[in-house]
Nanobody, 124 residues
Framework: QVPLVESGGGLVQAGGSLRLSCAASGLTLSSVARGWFRQAPGKEREFVAGISWNGGSTSYADSVQGRFTISRDNAKNTVYLQMNSLKPEDTAIYYC?????????????????WGQGTQVTVSS
């Protein structure tokens, strides 16, 4: 299994910003789609954002559209999630994921590799 390691989570006040990173080691993921998902306590995991292998296509959940931005640096084998104007309802564990192919997807079962997650807590 390809290790994906998220970082950048933490505690922030409502209206603040965080930038999550997801690095991969052991295998180059520059040719596959990447994504971010989140799971809040008592809720199912949900899609947050996805990006195609070359960054040419992105997709966002309606709840984060206009506030979050996904990007990638294939030279660093890393994907990012810039989160602005954070709300308490954004509180969740955030997971990064990678597909085995280049097209982005919005469902979790389309992703092959997963990170261990990073906690994001937004206080009101």
């Amino acid at each position: 299994q390809v290790p994906l390691v998220e970082s950048g989570g933490g505690l922030v006040q409502a209206g603040g910003s965080l930038r999550l990173s997801c690095a991969a080691s052991g295998l180059t993921l520059s040719s596959v789609a990447r994504g971010w998902f989140r799971q809040a306590p008592g809720k199912e995991r949900e899609f947050v954002a996805g990006i195609s292998w070359n960054g040419g296509s992105t997709s966002y959940a309606d709840s984060v559209q206009g506030r979050f931005t996904i990007s990638r640096d294939n030279a660093k084998n890393t994907v990012y999630l810039q989160m602005n104007s954070l709300k308490p309802e954004d509180t969740a564990i955030y997971y990064c994921a990678a597909r085995a192919i280049g097209n982005l997807a919005t469902t979790g079962n389309a992703y092959r590799y997963w990170g261990q997650g990073t906690q994001v807590t937004v206080s009101s």
